[in-house]
């Protein structure tokens, strides 16, 4: 595996498919473990988890799960805007349900905050977090996400549904930016 290069910037091989595939089943099985309700609610949020949670989402195998997507964006290039729009909206009732949200990556937690609220403010039953990756060191606002595949520093990564400008999510590897 080599390196790779978007916007005049080098990524290095990061986390392998491999490993991710492994830890998509332990974070199914953790899941499937905790969840008693029959009818939980996964929300997908675009576009960078759509692979991460297609994965997951066949690997819980939970007999009556339902998946919807919401789309929420934060970020301009390789750094945080520190504001969430919210692109595409929920639509789905979630009042009394469990809420099972599904992130590709947590970084200053101001998505997760904002994700959070929106379903606590609709009465769901209790609300989860499951994030392929972690910056707890970027952590500013907000509780850690109860799940989490890997927890990473803060370099920016991309691959595996993560972008750089919308380019990059079809890579299955992890790349990490190459400090020089
Ligand atoms: P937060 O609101 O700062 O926690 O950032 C959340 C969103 O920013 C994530 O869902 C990603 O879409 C994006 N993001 C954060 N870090 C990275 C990165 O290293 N690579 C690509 N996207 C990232
Ligand atoms: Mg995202």
Do not use: H
């Not at 609709?122 to 595949?149: D, H, I, Q, R």
């Amino acid at each position: 595996m080599g390196n790779v290069v978007y916007d005049g910037l080098t990524f290095e091989p990061f986390i392998t498919r491999e490993k991710i595939a492994a830890r998509v089943i332990e974070l199914a099985q953790e899941l499937r473990r905790d969840i008693s309700d029959d009818n939980p609610l996964f929300v997908c949020v675009l576009n960078g988890s759509f692979i991460f949670a297609a994965d997951l989402f066949r690997a819980c195998d939970f007999p009556d799960a339902e998946i919807t997507f919401i789309r929420l964006k934060s970020y301009e290039g390789t750094s945080s805007t520190g504001q969430v729009k919210q692109v595409l909206g929920l639509n789905e009732n979630v009042e009394g349900r469990t809420v099972v949200i599904i992130e590709d990556i947590v970084d200053t937690g101001v998505t997760a905050v904002e994700l959070r609220r929106l379903f606590e403010d609709n009465n769901a039953k209790s609300v989860k977090m499951v994030t392929l990756l972690f910056k707890p060191s970027s952590l500013k606002c907000g509780k850690e996400p109860e799940y989490v595949g890997f927890a990473i520093p803060p370099a920016f990564v991309l691959g595996y549904g993560l972008d750089i400008d919308e380019k990059a999510r079809g890579l299955s590897d992890i790349y990490a930016l190459k400090k020089d």
